[in-house]
């Protein structure tokens, strides 16, 4: 398997512009994740979907954060309009179970000028 | 109070040193232990996972689980270069079905 797949893995965009962050989790984890991680705040948890259902989206911070799971191979993660705030590594991870090992994929860079 | 305190160092070594990283939590709900290693500009990975208290070792690394005191570390002896990493604990309980709650993470530089 190749693992958590993740594109794109750089991305510069301009203030209020729409971003779109997509995923390929691994085949048969039924846990998808979307973390987010700063030097400031360290790794924080967006929203995470059980099969294919949003679970808890308690850690979207606001409004223009958006995610989606149409299928259990494809997950995307949507920002409208980004903010140079939300400038960070976005990772998305997936799992057997809740508390089986989470794999990461290799994360997308996003900077917003 | 945050659920997990870590100190985010960071923490510079000799190699051959025995290093302590160390996590302190507050729900005594948390009933998984994990630890998860992260190399510069790469995803977590799982480097350590133990279920009860106790301590339990894989190579040069040992994790040791003191739930009584809410207070979790990890040992790494003769430490390598290759071990300069930033490591991440992370808990998970029955009360949050899915989700691992992760320390701020500790960056350990390991000098030849």
């Known amino acids: 398997d190749a693992g958590v797949i993740q594109s794109p893995r750089h991305e510069v965009t301009e203030m209020g512009q729409e971003v779109t962050l997509r995923c390929k989790p691994i085949s048969g984890h039924d846990y998808l994740f979307w973390y987010r991680q700063t030097m400031m705040r360290g790794l924080e948890l967006l929203i995470y979907?059980?099969?294919?259902?949003?679970?808890?989206d308690s850690g979207m911070p606001e409004d223009r954060f958006s995610a989606k799971m149409p299928n259990a191979s494809f997950s995307n993660l949507k920002i409208q309009p980004s903010e140079p705030r939300d400038s960070a590594v976005y990772f998305c991870?997936?799992?057997?179970?809740?508390?089986?090992?989470?794999?990461f994929g290799p994360g997308t860079r996003l900077t917003v000028l | 109070q945050k659920e997990v305190e870590q100190d985010p160092g960071p923490l510079s070594v000799p190699e051959g040193a025995i290093v302590s990283l160390n996590c302190t939590y507050s729900?005594?709900?948390?009933?998984?232990f994990m630890w998860y290693r992260q190399y510069s500009r790469k995803g977590p990975e799982l480097l350590m996972y133990?279920?009860?208290?106790g301590n339990k070792e894989d190579g040069r690394f040992t994790a040791q689980v003191d739930k009584s005191s809410k207070y979790i570390s990890l040992f790494i002896r003769d430490s390598q270069p290759s071990d300069s990493a930033t490591y991440l604990c992370a808990l998970w309980g029955s009360s949050n079905t899915g989700k691992l709650i992760f320390g701020q993470g500790t960056t350990l530089q390991v000098k030849p």
């Open positions: 729900n005594s709900a948390f009933q998984y």
């Open positions: 133990t279920y009860s208290s």
């Open positions: 991870a997936s799992s057997l179970s809740g508390a089986n090992e989470q794999f």
């Open positions: 979907f059980n099969n294919n259902v949003p679970i808890d």
